[in-house]
């Protein structure tokens, strides 16, 4: 996994990477470095957070906010 895909990865579960890093059991600073791609994000991480990110896309997809009623849609 990329620094890049694993900073999309945290949008698409919505979680900062304090909470990622409190999630991980990592400190703040280690999960810095891998969302800027200085250290490598572990295997264990990325076996983990890529089909968890894909999920919850696919839920979101699946599950869209309703509309505000008498409110014309956002183009």
């Known amino acids: 996994m990329l620094h890049l895909e694993f900073s999309d ?3 698409a ?4 990477r304090a909470k990622a ?5 990592q400190l703040p600073v ?4 891998w969302a800027t791609g200085r ?3 572990p295997d264990e991480v990325t076996v983990w957070l890529r089909p968890y990110a894909a ?11 309703p509309r505000r ?3 014309p849609a956002r183009s």
């Not at 579960?13 to 900062?16: C, E, Q, R, S």
């Not at 280690?30 to 470095?33: A, E, I, M």
């Not at 999920?55 to 906010?65: F, G, Q, W």
């Open 9 to 11: 990865a945290l949008d």
């Open 13 to 16: 579960i919505g979680w900062t």
């Open 21 to 25: 890093a409190d999630e991980l059991c």
């Open 30 to 33: 280690t999960v810095r470095q």
């Open 39 to 41: 250290l490598p994000i």
């Open 55 to 65: 999920e919850a896309t696919a839920l979101h997809a699946r599950h869209l906010p």
């Open 69 to 71: 009623i008498g409110r």
